[in-house]
């Protein structure tokens, strides 16, 4: 099994900074990418960006500029760096990876953490 611990949401106001970051720890054989999705309420969750082990990097459209997804592989840490937070940003952020764990070394699965709040308003 995989866990991942998310940590740094809370309310900002608008223009406001927030960094979040998620530590995967477990039965990790190799880690393909790790990333950050959030779920607005009354909304579909959403990828907001992810980067893979080759250090390539997703970003929704709405985050370019302002958002900044980075890695520490070593650690299996995986840090959102939040810069000019808008109201739309409100949501829980979910962290994920998507490892091959030491069970199964041959498959990659999906692992998702709880979520951390974030709640942009003033």
């Known amino acids: 099994q995989v866990q991942l611990v998310e940590s740094g949401g809370g309310l900002v106001q608008p223009g406001g900074s927030l960094r979040l970051s998620c530590a995967a720890s477990?039965?990790?054989?190799?880690?393909?990418?790790m990333g950050w999705y959030r779920q607005a309420p009354g909304k579909q969750r959403e990828m907001v960006a992810q980067?893979?082990?080759?250090?390539?990097?997703n970003s929704a459209h709405s985050v370019l500029d302002r958002f900044t997804i980075s890695r520490d592989s070593a650690k299996n840490t995986v840090s959102l760096q939040m810069n000019s937070l808008k109201s739309e940003d409100t949501a829980v952020y979910y962290c994920?990876?998507?490892?091959?764990?030491?069970?199964?070394?041959?498959?990659?699965?999906?692992?998702w953490g709880k979520g951390t709040l974030v709640t942009v308003s003033s």
């Open positions: 994920y990876t998507n490892v091959a764990t030491t069970d199964d070394p041959w498959k990659a699965t999906n692992y």
């Open positions: 477990g039965s990790i054989f190799s880690v393909y990418a």
């Open positions: 980067i893979t082990s080759n250090g390539v990097i």
